[in-house]
């Protein structure tokens, strides 16, 4: 079962921020959270990942609460190109790595 | 980032023949491989894990005799669905990880098989 839990769904205006949040609420130490996002019919797509501190990078940035328990995937300017299914997975990151995937956020941009 | 490729990007087959499907990293090396199954508007199934050189590791559920996994190089991975019937008409997606590169696993576009 996916570690993760996600609203199902999202509207977004175009040309404004998206917040998308995840509760990971039994994550351990050494879990690190990750962002994927599905455009329809596609491979997933890596965002962003972090462990403890905030990440941001020329895609998104990624706010974890200090107790870890939740994070906030945030698009700073969505674009119509943006909608798509977000995936939120928490996992440990070495080698032996594997995803479970839960339903995700399916993120719609509205012109 | 990465590229992943798989082969073919669609294919019809009828039921009872064999289908491949090839997983490259074009630019890297991936020590492991990952192979997931995705189902109309359902989110996406591990279905192993595959490591080179070695027998991949299955998921629980997975018939592993059913979905035949090669992993005979650093860049290549094949998925073979054996027999197939039209319930195995799916989504198929690999995944690699990239040694030494962080701890992203980058994804290829996928191969949308049907089976009549």
């Known amino acids: 079962d996916a570690k993760t839990t996600q609203p199902p769904s999202m509207d977004c205006a175009e040309g404004r921020a998206a917040n998308l949040p995840c509760n990971h609420s039994?994550?351990?130490?050494?879990?690190?959270v990750y962002w994927y996002r599905q455009i329809h019919s596609q491979g997933p797509q890596y965002i962003i990942h972090?462990?403890?501190n905030n990440e941001t990078n020329e895609m998104a940035s990624l706010i974890i609460t200090e107790d870890r328990k939740s994070s906030t995937l945030i698009l700073p300017h969505a674009t119509l190109r943006d909608t798509a299914v977000y995936y939120c997975?928490?996992?440990?990151?070495?080698?032996?790595?594997?995803?479970?995937f839960g339903p995700g956020t399916r993120l719609s941009v509205l012109p | 980032g990465a590229v992943v490729s798989q082969h073919p990007s669609r294919v019809i087959c009828k039921s009872g023949t064999s289908v491949k499907i090839e997983c490259r990293s074009l630019?890297?090396?991936?020590?492991?491989m990952f192979w997931y199954r995705q189902f109309p508007k359902k989110s996406l199934m591990l279905m192993a894990t595959?490591?080179?050189?070695?027998?991949?590791?299955?998921e629980q559920g997975v018939e592993k005799d059913k979905f035949l996994i090669n992993h005979a190089s650093l860049t290549l991975s094949t998925l073979t669905v054996t027999s197939a019937h039209p319930e195995d008409s799916s989504f198929y997606i690999c995944?690699?990880?990239?040694?030494?590169?962080?701890?992203?696993?980058?994804f290829g576009p996928g191969t949308r098989l049907t089976v009549l």
């Open positions: 995944s690699a990880r990239q040694w030494e590169a962080g701890d992203e696993q980058f």
């Open positions: 630019d890297f090396q991936a020590t492991t």
């Open positions: 972090g462990l403890k």
């Open positions: 997975i928490v996992e440990v990151g070495d080698y032996g790595q594997n995803f479970v």
């Open positions: 039994t994550i351990s130490g050494n879990e690190y």
């Open positions: 595959s490591n080179e050189g070695s027998k991949a590791t299955y």
